[in-house]
């Protein structure tokens, strides 16, 4: 059961030109800032020596704090599908530090570019390179004081059609997470940062928050779920809920499954569906002879 279950999602996750659909900040043909989709934030992983820490990914906006690991690897990629486009994305994470986490990835998809004679166009495009870093401040213990950290990033516009960015822009966020149970029953996340934007000889600061949640059900089976507004990937996204479940082959592999709908802002996220997979390597962890 497990190992359909890992088929059906890599093989969703791979797909080349149904990534996850997450619309991108872009401007019009009067420079006005265009909303697009989102999807995100990821939940990284955090190895600890003394308590086994269960990480969460993207496709989920909402951070937490906790990163790979010291000497650790990791690679996310997942899709997200709405009615209007459909990104592939990848990202790789590599921890340096036990409190270090530096990441690099992109974007690419398809988007509907218009209709010919009653069908849609679709377009191809893509965005790259996204960097971030995270540095961890404490971790979270079960039943203990809350963990800790903070991410700072960019994605710089180089791409084509809609997924590239139309400037300049850095994103920085707070994560604070808490841990109630052993085995990590319960856990919920808050995020609370900003997007600053230099597009067009125009500065931005647009402000971005979220709450998530996480509740193990059985065994590797776990229910998640979020509101959040603004992806500090993607700026402009307004306010949006998402739920899902997420399950855990070991520390090194899990995959999830999530749908959501945008609930307020200029542009409301239109409904989409996501699916995503992370997988850890300990290959660094050997030392070289």
Known sequence: MRFIALLAAFGLVSLPMSGQTEWLAN???????????????????????????????????????????????????????????????????????????????????????GTDNG????????????????????????NKAPGVGVVLGSFFPGGRGMFKPAGYGTFGYLTVSQCFGEGEKFLFHGNLGANYLH??????????????????????????????????????????WQVGYRYFFSDLLQIDMTVGDGIAGENPLPLWFSAGIRIVTERFLHKRK
């Open 27 to 113: 401007l019009n043909q009067e420079g006005m800032l265009r909303s697009v989709a989102t999807q995100q934030t990821s939940f990284r992983k955090t190895f600890s020596e003394s308590v086994p820490q269960q990480p969460q990914v993207r496709p989920f906006i909402t951070d937490d704090a906790r990163v790979v690991g010291r000497r650790l690897a990791q690679m996310e990629s997942w899709l997200r599908v709405d009615k209007e486009a459909g990104q592939q994305w990848v990202m790789f994470a590599y921890g340096p530090t036990a409190n270090v986490e530096v990441s690099l990835g992109g974007v690419f998809g398809y988007e509907r570019t």
């Open 119 to 142: 069908r849609h166009r679709l377009g191809f495009s893509y965005a790259l390179p996204l960097v971030q870093t995270k540095i961890l401040f404490r971790g979270y213990r079960p």
């Open 199 to 240: 597009i067009g000889g125009s500065n931005n600061l647009i402000g971005t928050w979220g709450l998530g949640t996480q509740i193990k059900t059985y065994k590797g089976m776990h229910f998640v779920g979020e509101i959040f507004s603004g992806d500090p990937y993607v700026p402009g996204t307004g306010t949006a």
